[in-house]
């Protein structure tokens, strides 16, 4: 799914990126883990197409911040100071990427829901 790949290559990037403030990067990091979460509370209360429908400007202007903040990902200088490595709380990255994958591929499953996460 784009989105996922978006993700992952936000992460990359940032293990990647550099010479600006510390706080830059993790403040980039920091929104990415949010809006995931964000998106992630959105897909769990989706069980049928009818909450797809109801999902659907919610994770609009999800997915939309979620492109926001990778773009300005993409911005920031390469590579990133070393001490952003030491001080990003990459297990609560994780988690929250991991949740939020697990979502996808659950409404994916539902009746419709491949059809409805194309768009994202």
Do not use: N, W
């Not at 200088?77 to 991991?98: G, Y």
């Amino acid at each position: 799914m784009s989105g996922i790949a978006r993700g992952l290559l936000l992460l990359g990037l940032l293990s990647l990126t550099g010479c600006t403030r510390t706080e830059d990067y993790l403040e980039v990091v920091q929104s990415q883990q949010k809006a995931m979460e964000e998106v992630t509370e959105v897909l769990v209360k989706i069980h049928d197409e009818k909450d797809m429908a109801g999902a659907r400007d919610a994770l609009d202007t999800r997915f939309a911040r979620y492109e926001a903040i990778a773009r300005k990902a993409r911005g920031l200088p390469q590579p990133p100071p070393p001490e952003v490595a030491q001080r990003l709380d990459q297990v609560a990255f994780k988690r929250a990427f991991d949740a939020m994958s697990r979502e996808i591929l659950r409404v994916k499953e539902l009746p419709g829901g491949d059809e409805f996460l194309r768009q994202y």
